[in-house]
């Protein structure tokens, strides 16, 4: 392997973990996100007052 083979696999290995690594964080805020999402719905459903047939 010569030197600018070397060069080029290297910096296409930084390249694909560069993207991975940014790939990967983009997908774990999403995830978050949509955990708080669903956390504040169940959140604001448990807190309603609950209607019952007498109250109509």
Not at 11 to 24: M, Q
Not at 25 to 53: G, V
């Amino acid at each position: 392997m010569s030197y600018a083979s070397y060069v080029i696999a290297a910096y296409a290995v930084f390249a694909i973990v560069l993207g991975w690594d940014f790939v990967s964080t983009r997908l774990q805020i999403l995830r978050q996100l949509r955990a708080a999402r669903r956390r504040q719905s169940r959140d604001a459903a448990r807190a309603r007052p609950k209607r019952s047939m007498e109250v109509q």
